[in-house]
């Protein structure tokens, strides 16, 4: 199937890439209805224990080679194992950090799951394939050799960036929905965390803006930016933007640098729920699971599918 989507081109090639991502779902599913509920503190911060696995078996597995369970037993409370995860190819500098983040994220998990009783682990595809398949959805045509976010810092990088900023923008809509102070306290504790760790890795990739990113005729800034096009194409909301942009759009007007993504009073951009399903499902649409989410999301948010 991946030899048939590599060989279509233009439409025929976004269509086909389309309904192989969705396909990535190899779990039967239904698409369940809109409810009436309305989400409360644990359900928001529920809905962002998700983000941290999904972001912590990424770095787990690219450090380590081996799941989050590997480092604190028990912690998927008997979650599935992820998909395709694989340790990276990395430098020792990014590699430090990655090991870094990825403890990190074992307290996020942690810090939620005492908050709200948390939820097992949801079955997460982290493979080569699917990064191959969003990056040539982003870049709009299929690259070849296919692109491995393993291969390299600089794949990890750029595939990192792409999950990591929905956790940010995440954090940043929910926290504004939250009611209690403790839940408050906990929402904001992980922002500042997570921000961090985008910023680490953007302004990362910002010093290699201008490297191509071998074999292919782009730059690591072309790639970060038809990335970020391409998940604000299929989020229809919310917005993020690429690590050198128009003056115009730059702090200020005054810089093209775009360390990090900001509106124009230079605040965070935020994200709901549904947006970010939208995008990690891969599908366009919060209720049809897929992507890095094969069986769905957990929690009341996604698994009721509330339209947020």
Do not use: W
């Not at 972001?55 to 080679?65: A, K, L, P």
């Not at 369970?69 to 430098?91: F, M, T, V």
């Not at 500098?93 to 810090?111: C, D, N, P, S």
């Not at 097992?120 to 493979?127: E, F, H, M, Q, T």
Request: aromatic share 10%.
């Amino acid at each position: 199937m991946k030899l048939a989507v590599m060989a279509t081109t233009s439409a025929s090639y976004f269509s086909a890439a389309f309904v192989f991502l969705v396909a990535l779902n190899f779990l039967s599913f239904q698409v369940i209805t809109a409810s009436g509920h309305a989400p409360n503190d644990s359900d928001y911060l529920g809905f962002m224990l998700n983000l941290e696995y999904l972001d912590g078996e990424f770095y787990s597995y690219g450090v380590f080679g081996n799941d989050l369970d590997s480092i604190s037993p028990n912690l998927s409370q008997g979650g599935p194992r992820p998909i395709g995860g694989q340790k990276a190819n990395l430098d020792p500098l990014v590699t430090e950090i990655i090991k870094e983040f990825a403890y990190e994220q074992v307290g996020h998990i942690r810090a939620i799951t005492q908050a709200t009783g948390g939820f097992p682990r949801p079955l997460i595809n982290i493979s080569r394939a699917l990064f191959s398949l969003l990056v040539d959805l982003a870049v709009g045509y299929p690259l070849l050799p296919p692109f491995d976010p393993y291969a390299n810092t600089v794949n990890y990088l750029i595939a990192a960036q792409a999950l990591n900023y929905d956790g940010v923008v995440g954090y940043v809509y929910i926290n504004a929905n939250l009611n209690t102070d403790a839940a408050n306290r906990l929402g904001a504790s992980l922002l500042g965390t997570k921000a961090g760790q985008n910023a680490v890795v953007r302004a990362l990739l910002y010093e290699r803006a201008n490297q191509t990113v071998a074999p292919y005729n782009l730059t690591v800034a072309n790639i970060v930016s038809r990335i970020a096009e391409f998940g604000n194409k299929v989020a229809r909301g919310g917005l993020e933007e690429g690590i050198i942009v128009p003056i115009t759009l730059g702090a200020e007007n005054r810089t093209v640098t775009n360390v990090l993504s900001a509106d124009t009073n230079s605040l965070s951009y935020a994200r709901t729920p549904g947006e970010i399903l939208r995008i990690l499902y891969g599908t366009g649409n919060e209720c049809v699971p897929g992507g890095f989410f094969p069986a769905r999301a957990n929690g009341q948010i996604a698994r009721t599918c509330i339209t947020i």
